[in-house]
């Protein structure tokens, strides 16, 4: 006698806002040149990977981590000139962000965005229960103090984000911009530096005990660790210990502390790391200015491009096509047709570039 099959039950709805969300993707596609995902196109030195292995025998698998993760505060600490209570550290920036927005976002409270930027800040501010208010940049993708100012005086934001250099258009903002916000913001002030290393100032020096505003960065791009996930951020030591109470206990494994701490052993061949792709963003810029597309100033280690001929999902899809995946941020808002590259290697560069060269022919 076989069994009726048992009646599904009904799925569990999710919260209402989380049910209309859309998740955050970026494809993750099979071929010759990626230049989609702002990743170090170099591995960290050989030294670093050689170390790590020999300390993976000393972790004490059976122990849970150091839920301080007291020597990788201490490093990140040194690294900035800090003290090692000004530094809480995640699973990547956009764990810290979103411990940021448990802490001091929520219902009831809003966090402002100046579009477009980073769509993680907006993504995750709504999936912790915060409102989301989104001032607008100028044509240019410049931002305008008064537009600043129209958005804190009419929303009173919890949390207001700044990203410099602004992904995914590359710009840094001025300095006299991000002292204006510190100045005028109600609540907290998150400035990005996701891509700070790259950048010809950091907000870094604006943290202070009586300023409300931190710096996040990231071991991703410059440090070469994108697979660690792995970030941080540096503020006041009061903020610090109010994040400690919302996040996870043991967030951090034995192995990422080990891995953050040894890797800022290597700040010398960082730096070179960081020149070496200056040097080569100026030249891939140099030759975007030789073909029909406009392309934005970069302090990141990305440029964005919008083709003036063809439309940019097109060229997108003729890219791919030959095997090279840049970023399509043609459906964003305020980007229609525009195109993201990663700064990679020479070989990859000159790809991407000989493509380029031909779908735009």
Not at 82 to 89: G, K, L, M, N, S
Not at 166 to 184: D, I, K, Q, Y
Request: glycine share 6%.
């Amino acid at each position: 006698m076989s069994a009726t099959p048992a009646t599904p039950a009904a799925p569990v709805a999710p919260r209402d806002d989380v049910a209309l969300m859309s998740g955050y993707h970026s494809p993750q596609v099979d071929v010759a040149v990626r230049l989609n995902t702002n990743e170090a196109p170099e591995p960290p030195p050989a030294a670093f990977s050689k170390r790590l292995a020999e300390l993976v025998g000393d972790v004490a698998w059976h122990r849970y981590p150091d839920r301080s993760y007291t020597a990788l505060r201490a490093a990140i600490a040194g690294l900035h000139g800090v003290r090692p209570e000004q530094v809480f550290a995640a699973n990547g920036s956009n764990e810290v962000l979103q411990t940021l927005c448990l802490a001091y976002g929520g219902p009831g409270r809003v966090a402002a965005t100046f579009e477009p930027t980073y769509a993680l800040h907006g993504h995750i501010a709504r999936i912790t229960g915060t409102g989301v208010v989104e001032g607008r940049r100028n044509d240019d993708f410049t931002l305008d103090p008064a537009e600043v100012d129209r958005v804190l005086a009419a929303t009173s934001p919890a949390i207001t984000f700044v990203c410099s250099p602004n992904n995914p258009t590359g710009m840094v903002e001025p300095e006299s911009l991000v002292r204006h916000v510190a100045a005028t913001a109600p609540g907290l002030v998150v400035v990005d530096e996701a891509y700070g290393q790259f950048a010809p100032w950091s907000a870094l020096d604006l943290v202070a005990d009586d300023r409300p505003l931190v710096v996040t960065r990231t071991f991703s791009k410059t440090w070469s660790m994108a697979a660690a996930r792995l970030g941080y951020l540096v503020g006041p030591e009061w903020l610090v210990a109010e994040l400690d109470k919302v996040v996870l206990p043991y967030h951090l494994d034995s192995l990422k502390q080990a891995a953050g701490t040894l890797a800022l052993e290597f700040r010398a061949d960082m730096e070179a790391r960081v020149a070496s792709l200056v040097e080569e963003r100026g030249r891939l810029s140099a030759a975007l200015a030789d073909l029909p597309v406009e392309a934005w100033p970069s302090g990141a280690n990305f440029i964005l491009f919008r083709p003036t001929g063809p439309d940019g999902q097109a060229v997108w899809q003729a890219l791919l096509d030959r095997s090279v995946l840049v970023r399509n941020c043609a459906s964003w808002p305020g980007l229609d047709g525009c195109l993201r590259v990663t700064v990679g290697t020479r070989a990859e560069d000159d790809a991407f570039l000989a493509a380029l060269t031909e779908v735009l022919a």
